[in-house]
């Protein structure tokens, strides 16, 4: 069976400091990531998307990064965080059509930043 | 681009009734149409979908209907429960996806 897995749950962070998220998908093969935010009580803003290793598209910049170093690992980071950074950060995997097929999503990792 | 406007904000109903959210779009390339629901404090999991081929789907107490010509769409939910009550996000993808803003669902016992 498939599983999705993010790292860190939640973080607490400092202005001005970076950041890492992760994301594994295991049981499936060549996956396409994604990458979204989700203001406190807001709707969802898809970030990235990746459909291969290596390969990342932007779809909204917001001072963050990403990147998928191997085919069922992808990264969001950021070298200086901002207030605005603040929200709930899910990854999420399809396998298809990257824009026409169900999603699964993580878990999420709740990120505060003061 | 694509703007997702789901029209209401927050829906109450009576266990056992049943509860309709409507969405439209605005891009008439927009092909794909998911339907997620979040419970409180976790995260997002597929619901339903549809796609512009048809026009109605159902699934057990769901049914998601689409006009094309009016850029609409909609979750009808059947014989309420309790468990049903959560945040459902409409969404439009002709390879980007765009949400909606969410409906939070109240089933009342």
């Known amino acids: 069976a498939q599983t999705i897995h993010q790292w860190p749950v939640a973080e607490i962070k400092a202005v001005g400091s970076p950041l890492s998220l992760g994301c594994t998908i295991k049981?499936?093969?060549?996956?396409?990531l994604y990458w979204y935010w989700q203001a406190t009580g807001g709707t969802l803003q898809q970030l990235f998307y990746?459909?291969?290793?290596?390969?990342v598209e932007s779809v909204v910049q917001l001072n963050l990064s990403a990147s998928r170093p191997k085919d069922d690992q992808f990264i969001l980071s950021t070298e200086k965080l901002l207030l605005s950074h603040s929200g709930f950060y899910l990854c999420a995997w399809s396998l298809g059509d990257w824009g026409g097929a169900e999603q699964y999503f993580g878990p999420g990792t709740r990120l505060t930043v003061l | 681009g694509e703007k997702v406007e789901q029209h209401e904000s927050t829906l109450s109903v009576r266990e056992g009734d049943s509860a309709v959210i409507n969405c439209t779009y605005t891009?008439?390339?927009?092909?794909?149409f998911p339907w997620y629901k979040q419970e409180a404090g976790k995260s997002l999991h597929f619901v339903i979908d549809?796609?512009?081929?048809?026009d109605r789907k159902q699934s057990q107490r769901l049914t998601v209907l689409l006009d094309k010509k009016a850029k609409r769409f909609s979750l009808h939910i059947t014989a309420t429960q309790p468990e049903d009550s959560a945040i459902y996000f409409c969404?439009?993808?002709?390879?980007?996806?765009?949400f909606g803003d969410g409906t939070q669902l109240v089933v009342k016992p």
């Open positions: 969404a439009a993808s002709n390879n980007r996806i765009f």
């Open positions: 549809i796609r512009s081929n048809v």
């Open positions: 891009d008439t390339a927009s092909s794909y």
């Open positions: 990746s459909i291969t290793v290596g390969q």
């Open positions: 049981g499936k093969s060549s996956p396409n």
